[in-house]
């Protein structure tokens, strides 16, 4: 009986323990990369006027919209861009591209990383609206998404991974007084701010977070202008704190 049992047992764990190995490692690239964001650009710093929004996923065709409040506004932001938004809008990715606005990389596709093989996800990583021209080229992961390759493959691409620190929530069905006041009671100065090009409420959002920083004495910049800082220990922990426990 137990001579019998002994292959179904080594099959079991010939397949059930390297499952589990992944299933970790998938866990713990989650937690260091999204959550704790080690190694990542964050938050600039904490002693200026400046903070920083970014829009994820444009162009939209609420893209021009979004352009003509900032411009209103004096204000400057970030679009991490995606590969078929912009073949799907090639003028406003243009309209963009010509703004005082900083364009980077969100990917070829809107896929969670754990959800890309590892050549898709170098094809993912190494795509950027701008193409290979010289300096420093930003990669916002969707949904801030990690896979144990993610960093690796950002290294050898040359590319440096952007997070957020404060997120707008416009995806949701609140309406825009209600995610201002929420959004702008985390903002401090520094702050990297996540908002995105297409939902019906970010518009409107962006006007009521522009006067609320405005009351603050707090101008909307680029990234490039926060400048933003890498994640340290600290920091992560407050992040990991923020995802899991806050």
């Not at 938050?43 to 209103?72: H, K, Q």
Request: proline residues 7%; charged residues 20%; contains cysteine.
């Amino acid at each position: 009986m137990n001579d019998a049992s002994a292959p179904q047992k080594s099959l079991v764990r010939f397949l059930i323990l390297p499952a589990l190995g992944l299933l970790a490692a998938a866990i713990l690239a989650d937690v260091l990369g999204r959550a704790a964001g080690w190694g990542a650009l964050g938050r600039g710093p904490s002693d200026s006027s400046r903070v920083a929004l970014t829009f994820d996923d444009g162009p939209s065709p609420r893209t021009l919209e979004l352009l003509a409040i900032l411009e209103r506004r004096d204000a400057r932001a970030t679009f991490f861009v995606t590969a078929p938004a912009c073949a799907a809008h090639p003028e406003l990715l243009q309209k963009l591209l010509d703004s005082p606005h900083q364009i980077e990389a969100h990917g070829r596709w809107h896929r969670h990383a754990l959800l890309l093989t590892p050549w898709q996800e170098w094809a993912q990583i190494v795509w950027h609206p701008r193409g290979a021209q010289a300096g420093a080229l930003l990669y916002r992961p969707p949904y801030g998404g990690h896979s144990p390759l993610t960093r690796l493959l950002a290294r050898l691409a040359e590319r440096q991974i952007a997070l957020w620190d404060v997120e707008s929530r416009d995806w949701t069905d609140a309406d825009a007084p209600a995610l201002a006041q929420q959004t702008l009671a985390r903002i401090r100065p520094g702050s990297v701010v996540l908002l995105h090009d297409g939902p019906a409420v970010t518009p409107e959002l962006l006007g009521l977070l522009l006067d609320g920083l405005k009351e603050r004495g707090l101008q909307a910049v680029t990234l490039a202008e926060l400048p933003m800082r890498r994640i340290g220990l600290r920091q992560g922990l407050k992040r990991i704190w923020a995802s899991y426990g806050g």
